[in-house]
């Protein structure tokens, strides 16, 4: 009877030992999986952190058209590239007789504007993208044809301060924007300079205050 006791005893022992070494294995096996995908998050958050742009098919240059400008007489083509973390700088040239002749003046010449470009909100993976503020240089030379059917000269420069919104997402891309800044220079009788328009609002008239606004479509690369 003692001997049967002490058998089934063991076994009880030996069962629970067994028992407990499985806990043991499948918490260890549960604990190392966990471990292995927080380790496998980790080293892929760091990738994308730090792994280099052209790898990760990040786009930080744009070709763009103004949309607005094929209807006012003129056609303008900007390249905007990422050159800082959330800044970026554009260039546009534009050929002035190009389009809709909105004055009916004949205007033939160029016009060429410089901006740097603060992306407010961002990140590396789409630099391109987003709110902004943009100080920006802006000069137009041009002939045009006059009431008393001569040709005048219009040439002026503006210095800018716009806000706009990009979207630059997968290839596509749209901008808007709208600003005003100090404008000098000899102005056209239409006020309307090619790429800016002085004060000629609420029944006043300022020369020194140019205002601009457009709208851009282009693709990124």
């Known amino acids: 009877m003692c001997i049967v006791l002490f058998y089934s005893f063991g076994n009880v022992i030996k069962t629970s030992g067994a028992f407990g070494r499985e806990d043991q294995r499948k918490s260890f096996c549960s604990c190392s999986c966990e471990d292995e995908r927080r380790s496998t998050t980790d080293i892929t958050e760091y990738y994308v952190e730090f792994k280099p742009s052209n790898e990760l098919n990040v786009r930080r240059q744009a070709?763009?058209?103004?949309?607005?400008?094929?209807?006012?007489?003129?056609?303008?083509?900007?390249?905007?590239?990422?050159?800082f973390s959330r800044q970026t700088m554009e260039f546009t040239a534009g050929y002035i007789g190009f389009g809709h002749d909105k004055f009916n003046n004949n205007p033939t010449g160029f016009t060429a504007r410089y901006a740097h470009k603060f992306i407010l909100y961002g990140n590396h993976i789409r630099p391109l993208n987003?709110?902004?503020?943009?100080?920006?240089?802006?000069?137009?030379?041009?002939?045009?044809?006059?009431?008393?059917?001569?040709?005048?000269?219009?040439k002026m420069g503006d210095a800018v301060f716009t806000v706009g919104y990009q979207h630059a997402i997968h290839r596509f891309v749209a901008d808007v924007f709208f600003g005003g800044g100090y404008?000098?220079?000899?102005?056209?009788?239409?006020?309307?300079?090619h790429g800016f328009m002085l004060w000629n609002f609420f029944k006043r008239y300022h020369k020194h205050i140019g205002m601009t606004f457009g709208i851009k479509f282009g693709v990124s690369f």
Request: glycine share 6%.
């Open 130 to 154: 987003g709110f902004y503020l943009r100080p920006e240089v802006i000069f137009s030379h041009f002939h045009y044809d006059t009431n008393f059917f001569e040709r005048e000269l219009s």
């Open 63 to 83: 070709l763009k058209t103004t949309f607005l400008s094929w209807f006012t007489g003129s056609c303008k083509v900007s390249y905007e590239r990422a050159i």
């Open 183 to 193: 404008a000098f220079g000899k102005e056209a009788d239409t006020h309307y300079e």
